[in-house]
Nanobody, 115 residues
Framework: QVQLVESGGGLVQPGGSLRLSCAAS????????MGWYRQAPGKQRESVAF???????NYADSVKGRFTISGGNAKNTVYLQMNNLKPGDTAVYYC?????????WGQGTQLTVSS
């Protein structure tokens, strides 16, 4: 089992920045990818960014150039630096990890971008 705990959400004005953090615990030794999804009200959950255990990164087109995913030195943490935030980024952000073909999710953290 893997447990994921997110932190760092909140209210930010358009054009602002915020960093989300996700810490994994439990059976983390064979996690192959960690990343972020988001779900806006009335919309399906969508992928945002991923970091695999080889250091490869992938981003949704909607966040390329604005969001940066990175991993902590302990390799059980993942961060999402979000810059130039837009109202359309408002959503609940979920941390994700995959291990042995099983997906794990955090409980989510709310990001609201509004003036």
């Amino acid at each position: 089992q893997v447990q994921l705990v997110e932190s760092g959400g909140g209210l930010v004005q358009p054009g602002g920045s915020l960093r989300l953090s996700c810490a994994a615990s439990g059976s983390i030794f064979s996690i192959v990818v960690m990343g972020w999804y988001r779900q806006a009200p009335g919309k399906q959950r969508e992928s945002v960014a991923f970091l695999n255990n080889g250091g490869g990164k992938n981003y949704a087109d909607s966040v390329k150039g604005r969001f940066t995913i990175s991993g902590g030195n302990a390799k059980n943490t993942v961060y999402l630096q979000m810059n130039n935030l837009k109202p359309g980024d408002t959503a609940v952000y979920y941390c994700y990890a995959a291990r042995s073909g099983v997906a794990y999710w955090g409980q989510g953290t709310q990001l609201t971008v509004s003036s």
